[in-house]
């Protein structure tokens, strides 16, 4: 009885029924790295207003959907003692882009001056 219960609430479970709307979501790489530009913008040891939090909360969006995807130019692979048969490689990313720093000042004096 209890089987076909739990059988019955997984099978109705949206995951089981749409897997593939979950699909995407089988690492943490894309939060990680939100969460690592939220902790550049919002430093922890310090105490924001409401109003400079959010500012900075939506400089932090803007950074992160501006870089989030940027290429790298080469893969640099390490020999380490503690670990001699890891191969996996790290990154070389190109310099992160400040465009939406124009864009935001041009707003804010457009909006001034119209």
């Not at 059988?7 to 690592?36: C, D, G, M, Q």
Request: glycine share 0%; charged share 25%.
């Amino acid at each position: 009885m209890a089987e076909k219960m739990l059988l019955r609430v997984i099978t109705n479970s949206a995951v089981y029924k749409h897997p593939e709307n979950y699909v995407l979501a089988r690492n943490t790489y894309y939060v990680e790295s939100f969460n690592n530009t939220m902790n550049i913008f919002q430093d922890k040891r310090i105490s924001f207003s409401d109003s400079q939090y959010l500012a900075r909360s939506q400089l932090a969006v803007c950074h992160w959907n501006e870089n989030v995807d940027r290429p790298f130019t080469s893969v640099w692979n390490p020999r380490r003692a503690e670990a001699p048969r890891s191969r996996k490689g790290k990154k070389n990313y190109i310099a992160p882009t400040y465009h939406y720093r124009d864009s935001t000042w041009k707003r804010f004096i457009n909006n001034i001056f119209q």
